[in-house]
């Protein structure tokens, strides 16, 4: 998936006693009704933000994750969590080469081409 909208805010870095990383991202969505989404970016991902800045117009890549959670008392909540893991800043009308991390393990994917680029087709549709 993916949300498009303008970088309210970043917060810095989380380190946990882990040695877990997670850095946050409030985006501004663009529509009738502007929504505050706050997206997650963990562990390899966080250098993502360090090219965006507060009011850049960006596009993200997301994934939407839940898990379930059981409290002491025995009552079972639910929660999500909107993960990013690929940045795009837009620029007037265009779009910017993305932000991607590096895939593990190797280089990432060579862009497709266009596949009507060649076709000698006369039909009227």
């Known amino acids: 998936m993916e949300l498009q909208g303008t970088v309210k805010k970043i917060f810095e870095t989380q380190t946990f006693a882990s040695g877990f990383q997670k850095r946050e991202m409030v985006l501004l969505t663009q529509e009738q009704y502007p929504q505050p989404i706050n997206i997650e970016f963990l562990s390899d991902k966080i250098g993502l933000l360090d090219t965006i800045s507060e009011g850049d117009d960006v596009k993200v890549g997301i994934n939407i994750r839940g898990r379930e959670w059981t409290s002491p ?39 497709s081409s266009d596949p009507f680029e060649d076709e000698d087709d006369d039909l009227p549709f």
Request: no cysteine; glycine share 18%.
């Open 73 to 111: 008392q025995g009552e079972v909540k639910y929660f999500n969590s909107i993960t990013g893991w690929r940045v795009e800043k837009l620029s007037g009308g265009g779009f910017s080469d993305p932000v991607v991390a590096p895939a593990a393990g190797g280089a990432a994917p060579a862009a």
